[in-house]
């Protein structure tokens, strides 16, 4: 039954602790930009910021206590971790989304739905790649470096680069993201990472 | 301690930090390559603007120590030993603040000697944002690591980190005026070359990279509640300081840097100067110089010598910040711009670094008939740009000056002035165009066009 399934395995990646965590810094900057900005509008480089705050407590629970020993278990883990990993870009993107009824618009709904995305799949190939510890780095880094130069437009690899500040509209961007979630998922449905950063074989 | 500090080295994540923090400053210090290119001044801000992000990676990577050492429970081991708190916390916060220094400076050396071995001038003080940079780094590792301790959760690092960043661009989009402003470590860019950091700007740094640092110390170090508590206090002393201390504005943190500004002379005459930050481009520009000198000789009274255009304040980003109406030239000396790009708001396409242009820097400078950097307001472009083109044999300059941009109609205006120019009798003609010199060197810039064609229309 899946329904005795999912408590505990929500439990067992410390999903009830991150998820409120996520919530609550999303609603800080929502009150803190309606209350002191004059206009519902998030600036681009903020907005880009603001969905890596409310991936980053989620980012840790991609990975239980001990996956080796997980993998073990009779289960299809390759659709659950999958599930797993887009649940949490869907996570964000309603969270944002729902941010507008308190006041603050933290770009268009394509947008947000882009840059969740394309954030889920960047972690979750950081998982892949570089290990549950160190699966924030890529996500928190790039998102980083697009807000220094918060200057939407250019070339098709500029946008490409800088695909979290881009207009709604902008394909490169859009592909960029959908790769990248593409990557994300199949790598994190298929590797498990160990506690000790080396990957292993889901079947 | 020194053994025991390198033991630390190999079983912390230090060195590992200091890879992640080299090699994401690295890449946006080399993506920023044209910017800096050659320029050590400049390559020290943007060192500088750097820790936007490493200060959020550095307390990212203090907390992962902290919370590693807590949910191992090697700081009950540690605990166990009859020594003091002090000395079993110091091993680990020294490997990663070796670790963060290293990095720092091994950047700081790479660029400098990059830009020492292309040619690039070079001084002291361009070290000092990175040094007082060095601090605040440690400050942010040390703080990291006692919330590590504190709370030991898996969610913390990233948390953390991203909580830094949002914090940041957070004030950045508070009001224009407002002096939180200064609690970002993203720095506005300066507008010259020759610009370093004031000391005011150091001072509001380094008095942050206190506060973190002592925050962190006591924060982690301290066993009781006291010294926890003056923890939060140095730690929001600090940042009251920097706010405080640290002046707001558009090239508000920078100074001309009077070393930076030193004249460089080409051997041999006419006398061609230019600043100790543009000295490599010397042999370039020296040919090119003398050119326009010639070509200005045409008229009487000509310029003897040129020298680079030299701001005396750091640049507000504002056209009229050193243009007014009492002449500042040097009489008997042209003033000329080596970089009429400017390198900060250029479209700067990524890794395309560009000379001086020869034909251009003779176009800029014989433009106006040498007048258009003597520190008066800009008059006409269209009279500017046909004296200029009258005496380079020109129907329109050639320019690559960004404060000139010519449309259609300009570039068919100036064509028609230098042709109804060249109809007259040679002295007349000579005269006309010595006349528009020495107006503009007069600042009397309100008809230039009227000179030229002698119908004044004031």
């Not at chain 2, 003080?125 to 990291?144: C, F, S, Y």
């Not at chain 2, 890794?351 to 307001?377: D, H, K, Q, W, Y």
Request: net charge positive; aromatic share 6%; with cysteine.
């Amino acid at each position: 039954m899946i329904t005795g399934w999912l408590p505990l395995y929500l439990r067992s990646r410390r999903v009830p602790l991150a998820a409120p965590i996520s919530f609550a810094t999303v609603a800080t900057v929502t009150l803190l930009w309606s209350a002191s900005a004059d206009r519902p509008e998030v600036d681009p480089s903020l907005a880009a910021l603001t969905v890596v705050l409310a991936l980053a407590p989620l980012i840790p629970t991609l990975a239980g206590d001990e996956d080796a020993l997980e993998k073990t278990a009779a289960l299809r883990w390759p659709t659950r971790r999958a599930l797993h990993l887009i649940g949490a870009g869907a996570f964000v993107a309603v969270l944002l989304l729902g941010a507008r009824a308190a006041g603050a618009d933290f770009g268009g709904a394509g947008q947000i739905v882009r840059n969740s995305a394309g954030l889920a799949g960047l972690s979750g190939l950081g998982v892949t790649l570089l290990g549950t510890r160190l699966a924030w780095v890529t996500p928190i880094v790039w998102a980083a470096l697009q807000a220094m130069v918060p200057a939407p437009g250019g070339p098709g690899w500029r946008q490409s680069l800088l695909w979290l500040i881009q207009p709604g509209d902008s394909v490169p961007a859009a592909v960029t993201a959908a790769v990248l979630l593409l990557a994300g998922v199949l790598g994190y449905a298929t590797r498990v990472s160990t506690s000790r950063g080396e990957t292993v074989k889901v079947w | 301690m020194i053994h025991a500090v390198r033991t630390e080295l190999r079983r912390s994540n230090a060195v590992a930090l200091a890879v992640l923090l080299f090699a994401t400053g690295g890449l946006m210090i080399a993506a920023m390559a044209q910017t800096w290119s050659r320029q050590w001044l400049t390559f020290s801000y943007v060192q500088a603007s750097g820790l936007f992000f490493l200060v959020p990676l550095a307390l990212a990577g203090g907390a992962m120590l902290g919370r590693r050492e807590r949910s191992t429970g090697a700081d009950e081991l540690m605990g166990s030993t009859g020594r003091p708190r002090w000395q079993k916390v110091a091993p680990p916060a020294a490997a990663l603040a070796v670790a963060v220094t290293a990095m720092h400076l091994l950047t700081l050396g790479i660029g400098a000697a990059v830009i020492g071995a292309t040619g690039g001038f070079l001084s002291a003080g361009g070290t000092l944002p990175a040094l007082a940079d060095v601090i605040v780094l440690i400050g942010a590792v040390w703080l990291g690591l006692a919330a590590g301790r504190a709370w030991s959760s898996a969610l913390l690092p990233p948390a953390l980190a991203a909580l830094a960043l949002v914090a940041q661009v957070g004030v950045e989009s508070s009001d224009e005026g407002s002096r939180l402003r200064n609690l970002t470590l993203m720095l506005q860019p300066p507008g010259f070359v020759w610009e370093s950091f004031n000391a005011q700007a150091l001072l509001g740094r380094l008095a942050l990279g206190v506060g973190l640092l002592v925050g962190g110390l006591l924060l982690g170090f301290g066993a009781s509640w006291l010294p926890r508590v003056a923890g939060v206090v140095a730690l929001t002393a600090g940042m009251v300081l920097a706010v405080v201390i640290t002046p707001l504005g558009l090239g508000a943190r920078y100074q001309v840097d009077t070393a930076a500004q030193r004249l460089v002379c080409a051997d041999g005459t006419p006398q061609v100067c230019v600043t100790a930050v543009h000295a490599y481009e010397l042999p370039a520009v020296t040919p090119a110089v003398r050119q326009a000198l010639t070509m200005l000789a045409k008229l009487p009274g000509a310029p003897a010598r040129a020298v680079e255009w030299r701001a005396d304040a750091a640049s507000t980003f504002d056209d009229a910040q050193f243009r007014g109406r009492a002449p500042k030239q040097e009489p008997g000396t042209v003033a000329f711009r080596v970089e009429p790009d400017d390198r900060m708001l250029g479209p700067g396409d990524l890794f395309r670094l560009e000379s001086v242009s020869p034909t251009g820097l003779t176009a800029n400078i014989v433009n106006g008939a040498g007048t258009t950097m003597n520190g008066c307001r800009l008059g006409d472009p269209v009279a500017l740009g046909a004296a200029g083109a009258w005496l380079m044999g020109v129907d329109v300059l050639p320019l690559t000056d960004n404060q000139f941009s010519y449309d259609e109609t300009v570039r068919a205006d100036i064509a028609a002035t230098v042709k109804s120019l060249r109809e007259l009798p040679g002295p007349e003609q000579v005269r006309r165009v010595a006349a528009l010199r020495d107006a503009a060197n007069a600042c009397r810039t309100d008809d230039l066009r009227g000179i030229l064609t002698g119908d004044p229309t004031a």
